[in-house]
Structures are given as C-alpha cells and as structure tokens.
C-alpha cells in the first residue's frame, strides 16, 4: 500500500518585486542545477506528456519520469516528478508561489510533496528533503534574488570560474578591432565570454544581450557576425518548433535544414520557414572557451517565455484562472487536442471573463477579445481526458534573429557567401522587400562614350549603389547587366536607400559625369522562397517578378511603388520628411492578367535638378 504524502512546507520574504523575481526564479534549469539534481543524459516522451529520463546521482544511476511544468506567468510554478526503484521515494512534487507584499517585496512560498517508498523512504527521505533539497532551494531563492535589484548582472554567475584560453581570445579580439567593431562593444562581447554563466554563452540571441546592454540590435548582431569570422564564437541555424518554440534542429550551415522538421517534445512536424522557424544562434568557440550544454528540465517557465500559463484540466472539470496580461494576441491550445483559438487582449476591450470549453473536436470560447491587465478566464473540460492547456503570446520574439532578417545584411552576405540552401529546396518567407533598378540609356553611353569608359561609369555606378544599399541595412542580392537586385527586411530602409540613391545620381559627385547617369528604380513588398542558385543564396516568386516589372514602369530619376510598399507606417513617415510629388496610375505588368495600381515619386530637390 503506499505511503500516504508528506508535504513540507518554508516561506521567504525578499526585497523585490514578483515580476522582478520571476524571470529568475522560474529559471527551473539553473535553480535544478543549485539544489543538485543531475543533468539529463537521455529523456524520451511518452504517451502521457510525461519524460522519461535517465541520468546518474553520485554515480549511481538513476531514472525518474518528469511531467509537464504547469505555470501562471509571475504568481506560481510546480513540477511532478515519478521514481523509479531503486531510489526512495516514489513522487516528488515542488510547488512555488510567488505574493506581492508592501513596499516592492515578496512573499515566497514553498511547498515539497513526496511519496516514500520502503521504510528507507519513510525514514531518510523526509530528512534528506528537509534538510538538503529545501535548505538548498530557498539557499538558490535568495541568491538568485539579490540579482533582480542588481544594475549590471542579470543572469546567475557560473558556479565555477570558467577555462578560457586567453591567448586564443586576445587574437580574437584583436582581429575583431581590426574589422572596425567600437570598442565599447568589443568589451561587453568579451567580458561576457570570459564571465558568463555556460548557458549564457551557449546559443546566444544578440538581440537580447543589445537589449540587456544598453545596445542597438543591429550594431550587436554585425559583432556577433564580425567575431565568427574573428573565431570567437560560432554560428548556428536553430529549426524552431511552432508550439514550444524550442530548437528541433540545430545545423551550422543553411545547406542542413530540410523543408519540415519534427519536434519531439510535442511531437509535431511542421514547415520550415525563414521569418519564424529557423532563428540565427552564437555560441562561444570551443577554442577560446569550453562550456557545457547540459539539461536540467524540460519546458520550464524560462524555457518557454512565449507561454504565459500551462495548467492540467482533469476529464469534466472546470477551473477559472486569473493572471495579469498585456496588450497582444493570443492563442489557447491544448497538448492532446488539434483545435486552437485566438484571444485579443487590448485597451478598449470588455473587461468581462470569458469562457473557454474544450471538446473533442472545438475549442469554443465566448469573448475573444478582453481587456487588458487583470484578466479572468473560465474554463471547462468537456471531454474524458486530461488536458494540458496552453495560453501563449501569438507574436514570436522580438529578440530572435531570423534567417529572413540576417540573409538581407550585407556583412552577412560577404562573410558567409557559402551560406545556402540545399540545391533543391525552397524556404517559404513571409515579407521581403525587393528594390530593382537599371540604368536609363546604358546602351547609348556605351556607344556614345567608348566601351571603356563608359564600363568605368557603370563600374563606379554598382559601387555607389551598393554602398547605399548596405547603409540602409539592405544586401546586394546580384547584378543583372547594368541592373540590381537588392533586398530589405524593412519597407522603410528600402524606401530610405531609393530616396538616396536618386539623391546621389541628381546631386552627389556621380551625377557630375557627361553624360549624367540616369538610375530606375522600382520597389513590391511581399511573400516569396529562398533558394540556391549557383551557389548564392536567391530568392524567387511573384514578388521578386513584380517588383522587377515595376522598376520597367520608372522613366530614371523616379521612385515607383507599389501599394504594399506605400502603406508601410514607416514609409508614409520617409514620404512626409521628403514631400514628393506623388503620380498614381495604372499598369498591367508582362506576365500578369490584373491591372496594378503604380506610384511614382518625384523628389522636389531631384525634380529641379533634372529639370535643369
């Protein structure tokens, strides 16, 4: 017969905030590594949700099977653990809640539940947990704690100081100032390689340490790019699940990644593709820095941010949860089930609860749209299983770089030419825009000039072009005779390199040449593939063939959009700084049936040159 549960039970009141605290401790990997529970040397999931997992405790091996984390974003946390014999104790269930007291504090609450098993379990158990595990979960407690009010560190340090070979990091380093990195920046990157916990310098997001540092994203992202070439980090593709948004695939180069991908840990497959499911990664080089990428837990609160509560239903229950929530979308799931629903959280929203069921084939929920901060959801199990419900941000993470975003940077394009699709495959993105232009009346010049000078021009034309294009955060995809191609994650930066270019080629010193150089310029935003072609990395699809029919629309010396480039906010704020004149007009483009609807921009400065 087993043995009835123990629950022990300690409190603690610390002088920070609950949403201070939670970012660290939610943090279940590091706080499992601080009170001494061994990393995972294999975990496999089973029918249940459930891992089963296998590793070694002061040698001896062990097993045990983990359940799902089930959580409420900044209040509370717990975890169920089943062991397997020979180890004491059959259940292990650790619970933490977290309370706001006056004055910025908190109230933390612990509560341990386990199960004994033989009378070794009734005997030591309690006094190993009591004395050891809880002693050194409330010790972690406090000294992840002092870290929230910290102003410089705000991650857990390493438990060790780590071996770096700092011969290999000081060449590194001076190969990065030779690439014109500022030194502010070179400092942070190797203060935090030498210092920083493992997990914190293995897949590195540069997005979140610009954040963490005070930095621009971008600026940080190039030093990251700067220093594999440099030899102090490494790069990776990570293939990102759709649900948890954890790594599938991780692959050095883009030529790895399939078309799909399938995760283990929610046993999915989906397709790959660049604006969300494959992010770029750093991680330290072995050859300046050895660090260990172990795991402590699976799907913790920290593991994925993205979700705000995950919570067991049991068959026929009901159970209403209230949790603070800021404005954005939304998506209620379940782990068992195929059917999803969308929430709006938002400011002029009712602030009603709303009502979600969960049946065999629906997910019905009755207000979709509620009002942001304290919000109140109802729900009710209409099946006979258990459901594991998931409440998740819909936006993916403003601080992951993706595949769509680093392919359009210059820097990335000259230092990682070899990075390409597999021949064959095409990678679906979301939203480019394209900019193509050609040179008006290049033919004549060459006739009117000679061949070789009149290939000089068109030489020194490519330069200030590419120039342009790589300060406004674009990539020169190719050249196609006298024309471009060129790509932008941002309507705005492309619409920002057009305006200077015609700048440049009314005004700057490349328009002082006889004959004066006419550039075409035309722009389309949309969804199109990414592929290899001959070795570079290419994209192809409607958009890429509109946006080139569109530049054949611009007489040189113009600007011509489309609508999808034209409504971007940030477009609209570039056109409101530059007041041009705007001519809307209608054109079927070769090769499609529909008529499109053109703008064409003339710039006032450029306008009175050309006319001059």
């Known amino acids: 017969m087993p043995a009835p549960t123990i629950n022990l039970h300690a409190t603690l009141e610390l002088d920070a905030t609950p949403a201070q605290l939670w970012p660290l401790l939610s943090d279940t990997s590091r706080i499992d590594r601080a009170i001494g529970i061994p990393p995972f040397e294999r975990s496999a999931l089973q029918p249940d949700l459930s891992f089963a997992v296998d590793s070694h405790y002061m040698g001896v091996p062990v097993s045990w099977y983990e359940f799902p984390y089930e959580w409420v974003f900044e209040q509370w946390y717990q975890v169920e653990r089943a062991f397997v014999p020979p180890i004491p104790v059959r259940r292990l269930m650790t619970r933490t809640t977290l309370a706001p007291l006056p004055g910025g504090r908190c109230h933390v609450d612990v509560v341990v539940g386990f199960e004994p098993r033989g009378l070794l379990g009734r005997t030591l158990a309690p006094l190993f947990i009591r004395h050891k595990l809880m002693r050194d979960l409330l010790r972690a407690y406090r000294s992840f704690a002092a870290l929230a009010l910290a102003a410089e560190q705000t991650a857990p340090p390493p438990p060790r100081t780590p071996a770096v070979n700092a011969d290999r990091m000081a060449l590194g380093l001076e190969r990065l100032r030779q690439f014109g990195v500022r030194a502010a920046l070179i400092e942070r990157l190797a203060r935090h390689l030498r210092a920083a916990d493992d997990p914190d310098v293995i897949r590195m997001r540069p997005f979140a340490l610009a954040d963490a540092w005070g930095e621009a994203r971008l600026d940080v992202l190039r030093m990251f790019l700067y220093a594999t070439r440099a030899g102090l980090t490494d790069l990776e593709w990570d293939v990102l699940c759709p649900n948890c948004r954890g790594p599938s695939v991780s692959a050095a180069s883009l030529q790895a990644i399939a078309a799909d991908a399938h995760c283990s840990s929610c046993n999915v497959r989906y397709d790959v593709n660049f604006d969300e499911s494959v992010e770029l990664r750093f991680t330290v080089s072995s050859d300046i820095r050895a660090a260990l990428d172990l795991a402590y837990c699976i799907g913790g609160p920290a593991n994925t941010r993205h979700i705000v509560s995950q919570l067991w239903l049991p068959p026929r229950a009901t159970k209403e949860l209230r949790l603070r929530m800021q404005p954005g979308d939304y998506r209620l799931r379940t782990r068992q089930l195929t059917a999803t629903a969308q929430l709006h959280v938002g400011e002029g929203s009712p602030a009603t609860p709303s009502a979600i069921r969960f049946t065999s084939d629906d997910l019905a929920i009755d207000q979709p749209s509620v009002a942001a901060g304290e919000v109140a959801l109802a729900f009710e199990n209409g099946t006979d299983s258990s459901l594991l419900i998931v409440l998740e941000q819909s936006a993916w993470s403003a601080q992951a770089v993706s595949a769509a975003l680093v392919s359009t940077m210059a820097e990335f394009r000259q230092l990682f030419s070899s990075q390409v699709l597999a021949p064959g495959l095409g990678v679906a993105i979301r939203n480019l825009t394209f900019l193509f232009s050609d040179l008006k009346g290049s033919t004549a010049l060459y006739d009117l000039i000679g061949d070789s000078p009149a290939y000089a021009r068109v030489r020194d034309h490519f330069d200030v072009m590419k120039a342009i294009i790589a300060r406004r955060r674009g990539a020169l995809v190719k050249t196609i005779g006298d024309a471009v191609m060129a790509v932008f994650a941002s309507a705005e930066d492309a619409v920002e390199a057009s305006v200077e270019i015609q700048h440049e080629f009314t005004l700057g010193q490349i328009a002082r040449g006889d004959p004066p150089l006419r550039v075409k310029l035309g722009l389309h935003r949309g969804p199109c593939i990414a592929v290899n072609a001959n070795e570079l990395l290419d994209y192809f699809g409607s958009t890429v063939n509109i946006a080139a ?41 070769k090769g499609f049936a529909q008529d499109f609807t053109l703008t064409r921009l003339w710039l006032p400065s450029d306008a009175q040159a050309l006319a001059a």
Do not use: C, K
């Not at 906010?569 to 079927?588: A, D, H, K, S, Y």
């Open 549 to 589: 029919r569109v530049q054949n629309e611009s007489v040189g010396g113009d600007i011509v959009l489309t609508p999808e480039v034209l409504s971007d906010p940030g477009v609209r704020r570039v056109l409101e700084r530059e007041l041009p004149t705007l001519e809307t007009f209608q054109r079927q483009l």
